[in-house]
């Protein structure tokens, strides 16, 4: 009976919501890429550049409102400066993209590495710079499980959750949302119709490489407050799939990222609770849930049909 | 061979912006490396792991296959290759240390057979399954590590070591052991055996063009199960040789990133299995001058990370269509503009 009730206890799925967050911006990120027939695989270096530039900004000039703004934005920048060199080589050069990616993966883990390194040198207990305070919100916290729940974070999951609406909203609703899917789907249509092709691949990548950026970041500022090279550990990949698990769609993606999170927050729950499982196999279930997630949805999920396909426009197809 | 040019520019530069002299730092780096005798046994102990999983991302590659789980399959052989150990502790080396060996290709091969199998009967891109399995592993590892095979006194994700028994040969002082001499036959028969066999044409015939092989009557699911299989077999062998050769015990931080690095040589190598064997030596000596630029300049050891994607980012970019007009521009704005400042000195 405790056991069931563990599965709804407020501050679990406080957690979930907390470390859905993270997901939920990085899948994004890759879905805006992947909607413009670009597959990044160098996500899960670009989520380990954004945490440590985070981190290192605020390390270096404190925590305070401006700080934070100005580590969350070095964060952005940094993955849009390795997005730019995918774009420049993918789209420019129109190298393979899986390569191109992948290679970039392993520019990103050295380069936040690195950074780190640099800016901190060599410790013996890593510096911390402690995380976002938390924003009740006043009347809302009120509210005996609920407020529990939704309305005792810090402000990045407030912000990072609702940029969901943004994206979904630009995606589905728009003219330009319209004409992004249009170019992953065939951009040959779209450069026949005269719109600009360039520029909107362009801006998906530099709107999608901040997002994950920005989801980088979130791991130092407001999870961990502090950084190690594992930080991201997977979070990055977890996204990835995230985006074929919610087909390319951004309310599925967002349940997704639900899902992942209640199971990477049964860790907490039960790694504190219950001796009996060994916390090795409660890190694992996102990883196994992973696969057995790509086994249900594999065959149903519809790709963007031009996704990492190389287009040159004087080709004849 | 521009792009490399390049690579060594852009990372001279980075070496600078770091605080250290980019000529001593390339100099530091061979000397380590190569200069010494106890150097080479550590450059060549890199190399056979970089070797294995690198020939065997390229063979499978040939099939058209991506398998990103080397470090994966490296931590399923190795645990597998412990285990075996510790049960057949006290046997004599002669047979221990192959049964050990044979334990690790089976590991690997284990775990590559999931994804080999979800592609097999369901389609399932094996890229993914092979980089979530990764971290199964690597937990697995941990777990073991940690737990049941754990050493008390280290207090840390550290085994008991294994039986002496099973220690692989040396081969040069300074630790060097014999692994090398099982990687290199095996990127050379690889390479063989696609270029010469039967078998080996179908298989490059699946990589290249699946749809005319699929009417010619090649079987295209049992290659991409055997391309599969074989990769993270010899990734398990790559575990296997880093337990018995380098650590005697299991441990955790068994493989720093050598999966993604293999990928990287083999795309290097251009997918040719026995073109990766100075891909990966040479990824192996900046690894190892990397450790050694640690203790001068304060690296730190993941640095070699970014620059060796370095070498591969100038590579890809010089390497396309656009790349390779872009330099023969460049090349040609060099010759030319000599002989245009020379007619404006006439005028």
Request: net charge positive; proline share 5%; glycine share 12%.
């Amino acid at each position: 009976m405790d056991f069931l009730l563990d599965l709804v206890d407020a501050d679990m799925l406080r957690t979930t919501l907390v470390v859905a967050t993270p997901l939920l911006l990085a899948a994004l990120g890759e879905l805006l890429l992947e909607r413009v027939g670009l597959l990044n695989l160098a996500i899960e270096g670009m989520v380990g550049v954004g945490a440590a530039m985070g981190f290192c900004v605020v390390f270096v000039a404190g925590r305070t409102v401006p700080t934070v703004l100005l580590a969350i934005a070095a964060a952005a920048l940094s993955a849009i400066l390795i997005g730019v060199v995918f774009g420049w080589l993918t789209l420019h050069l129109q190298a393979n993209q899986i390569t191109v990616g992948l290679a970039l993966l392993i520019l990103g883990l050295g380069a936040s590495s690195l950074l780190y390194r640099g800016v901190v040198g060599v410790t013996t207990t890593p510096p911390s710079i402690g995380t976002l305070p938390l924003w009740r919100i006043p009347g809302l916290s009120e509210i005996p499980y609920l407020g529990r729940v939704l309305f005792q974070h810090d402000l990045f999951v407030y912000v990072g959750l609702s940029t969901l609406l943004p994206v979904w909203w630009v995606l589905h609703r728009t003219p330009l949302g319209l004409r992004l899917r249009a170019v992953g789907e065939s951009p040959k249509a779209v450069d026949a119709l005269g719109l600009p092709l360039a520029r909107l691949r362009w801006s998906a990548l530099v709107a999608g490489c901040a997002l994950i950026g920005i989801a980088g970041s979130f791991f130092p500022l407001s999870l961990v407050g502090g950084y190690s090279d594992d930080i991201a550990s997977g979070r990055g990949w977890l996204a990835l799939m995230l985006v074929i698990f919610g087909r390319w769609r951004p309310w599925t993606i967002a349940a997704g990222a639900l899902l992942f999170a209640y199971v990477e927050a049964l860790q907490f729950q039960f790694g504190v609770t219950s001796k009996a499982i060994p916390p090795q196999f409660l890190r694992m279930l996102p990883y196994v849930l992973a696969i057995i997630v790509l086994v249900r949805v594999y065959g149903r999920a519809q790709a963007p049909a031009a996704l990492t396909k190389p287009y040159d426009r004087e080709s004849r197809f | 061979m521009l792009g490399l040019v390049v690579a060594l520019v852009v990372n001279a530069l980075l070496l600078a912006a770091l605080g250290a002299n980019p000529v001593t730092a390339y100099s530091t780096i061979l000397s380590a490396a190569l200069g010494s005798v106890a150097g080479l046994a550590q450059t060549l102990n890199r190399t056979t792991p970089l070797l294995l999983g690198a020939s065997a991302v390229a063979f499978a590659m040939r099939a058209g296959y991506v398998n990103l789980g080397i470090d994966g399959q490296i931590y399923a052989g190795a645990i597998l290759a412990t285990g075996v150990a510790f049960l057949l502790d006290g046997w004599p080396a002669v047979v221990l240390l192959p049964v050990v060996l044979l334990a690790g290709l089976v590991g690997g091969g284990l775990l590559a057979s999931i994804p080999a199998w979800l592609r097999a009967t369901r389609g399932i891109n094996e890229l993914f399954v092979t980089v979530m399995l990764n971290f199964v592993a690597l937990f697995l590892a941990e777990y073991l590590a940690t737990g049941p095979w754990t050493d008390p006194v280290a207090g840390e994700a550290i085994t008991v070591p294994i039986s002496a028994a099973a220690d692989l040969p040396r081969l040069l002082p300074g630790g060097g052991h014999a692994g090398i001499l099982l990687a290199l036959p095996v990127a050379v028969g690889l390479s063989l055996w696609l270029a010469r066999t039967r078998s080996g044409f179908e298989f490059r015939a699946a990589g290249s063009n699946p749809l005319a092989a699929g009417f010619g009557g090649v079987r295209l699911v049992r290659i991409g199960v055997v391309a599969l299989v074989v990769a993270g077999a010899l990734g398990g062998l790559a575990g296997a040789i880093e337990v018995t050769g380098v650590h005697s015990r299991l441990l955790t931080g068994l493989t720093p990133n050598f999966g993604y690095m293999a990928v990287l040589i083999a795309v290097l190598a251009r997918r040719s299995p026995v073109a990766t064997i100075p891909v990966a030596f040479a990824f192996a000596v900046l690894i190892v001058g990397a450790d050694s630029l640690q203790r001068s300049v304060g690296l730190p050891p993941s640095a070699v990370l970014l620059f060796q994607a370095v070498v591969v980012v100038s590579i890809l970019a010089f390497e396309t269509a656009r790349g390779r007009r872009l330099v023969a521009r460049l090349v040609q704005a060099t010759r030319r503009s000599p002989g245009r400042r020379r007619a404006g000195g006439v005028a």
